[in-house]
Every structure is written in C-alpha cells, then in structure tokens.
Nanobody
Framework: QAQLAESGGGLARTGGSLELSCAVV????????MGWYRQAPGKERELVATITIDDGVNHYADSVKGRFTISRDKAKNTVHLQMNSLKSEDTGVYYC?????????WGQGTQVTVSS
C-alpha cells in the first residue's frame, strides 16, 4: 500500500551533507507537487522544501535556504533533497510528501541526525 519510498537518512556531522531520495512506488494520479517535511521531537511537522513536478519551481523554508536543494527526475519518478552545511537543528524525521489530485500522500519517514 506504501506509495512513497524514502532513503538516504542517517547520521551526519555538523557541516556535513546528506542526500534524501523519495521514489513513487505506485502511481499517484495527477501529482502536481512533491516535497519534504520534517518533525523534531516534541515539535510539529514543518515544511522543508517543495517542488512542482511539471515546471520544477521550488520553495524552501527560510531555515534551509542556501543549504538545501530540492530536485526532481520526472522520468525516474523521484525527488531528491541535497542537504549541505548541516546543523544540529536539522535533526528530525524527514517525510516525503506527494500532492495528488484526490489526496496527499506521506512516506513513512527517514531519520536524520546531525551531531557535532
């Protein structure tokens, strides 16, 4: 039943890099945008970055601008989040999201931990 498969989470040092990937495993009708959200312990889920599928227009949270880059590969049905200059504040569970015609879809989440 899972339609989004996330990978790339793990441990990183402050200032390091990680790349998250999200693949659409099962067809989602009329996906117009995909993105990444994250949730730190004790906090609500927050937007990190989004990208439109057709035009590749992206949007970033202020906290990650200049450090994170979101991209999509339409042929491979995959989105990526390149995370550079990582900070401890980036720690959390990262969730892939796909905005479909009928509903939104969430991945199961992948843990990202940044430590000094």
């Amino acid at each position: 039943q899972a339609q989004l498969a996330e990978s790339g989470g793990g441990l990183a040092r402050t200032g390091g890099s990680l790349e998250l990937s999200c693949a659409v495993v099962e067809t989602i009708f009329k996906v117009n945008a995909m993105g990444w959200y994250r949730q730190a312990p004790g906090k609500e889920r927050e937007l990190v970055a989004t990208i439109t599928i057709d035009d590749g227009v992206n949007h970033y949270a202020d906290s990650v601008k200049g450090r994170f880059t979101i991209s999509r590969d339409k042929a491979k049905n995959t989105v990526h989040l390149q995370m550079n200059s990582l900070k401890s504040e980036d720690t959390g569970v990262y969730y892939c999201y796909a905005n479909g015609y009928f509903q939104g879809y969430w991945g199961q989440g992948t843990q990202v931990t940044v430590s000094s």
